[in-house]
């Protein structure tokens, strides 16, 4: 099994800054591809950023909505992901959530959150106008 936990959310102004973090343990050897989702209410769940890390390469994934204000990472370890927000808006207002994958993230239906095996319990992200 593989465990996620987020943490880092909280409540902003419009143009502000966050990071979340999600802690990864248990058997991670199975994780090829990990992202970030939010779902905001009364709405579907949707894509944010996702990440496959190999030794020689790094891919990276962005929803076009948070495209140059968001940057996804991971330790060197990987067992941490990282989420920074920049310039937040207030329709980033969502709970946000850190899942994984067991196939690597080129292979994935883009954005397709039943793809995704393993998921955190979520952190809210409230920016306010």
């Known amino acids: 099994q593989v465990q996620l936990v987020e943490s880092g959310g909280g409540s902003v102004q419009s143009g502000g800054s966050l990071r979340l973090s999600c802690a990864v343990s248990?058997?991670?050897?199975?994780?090829?591809?990990m992202a970030w989702f939010r779902q905001a209410p009364g709405k579907e769940r949707e894509g944010v950023a996702q990440?496959?890390?190999?030794?020689?390469?790094?891919?990276?994934n962005y929803a076009d909505s948070v495209k140059g204000r968001f940057t996804i990472s991971q330790d060197d370890a990987r067992n941490t992901l990282y989420l920074q927000m920049n310039n937040l808006r207030p329709e980033d207002t969502a709970m946000y959530y850190c899942?994984?994958?067991?196939?690597?993230?080129?292979?994935?239906?883009?954005?397709?959150?039943?793809?995704?095996?393993?998921w955190g319990q979520g952190t809210q992200v409230t920016v306010s106008s």
């Open positions: 899942a994984a994958a067991e196939m690597s993230c080129p292979s994935l239906t883009i954005w397709k959150a039943s793809e995704y095996e393993y």
């Open positions: 248990g058997n991670t050897y199975r994780i090829r591809c």
């Open positions: 990440l496959t890390n190999s030794d020689t390469t790094t891919y990276t």
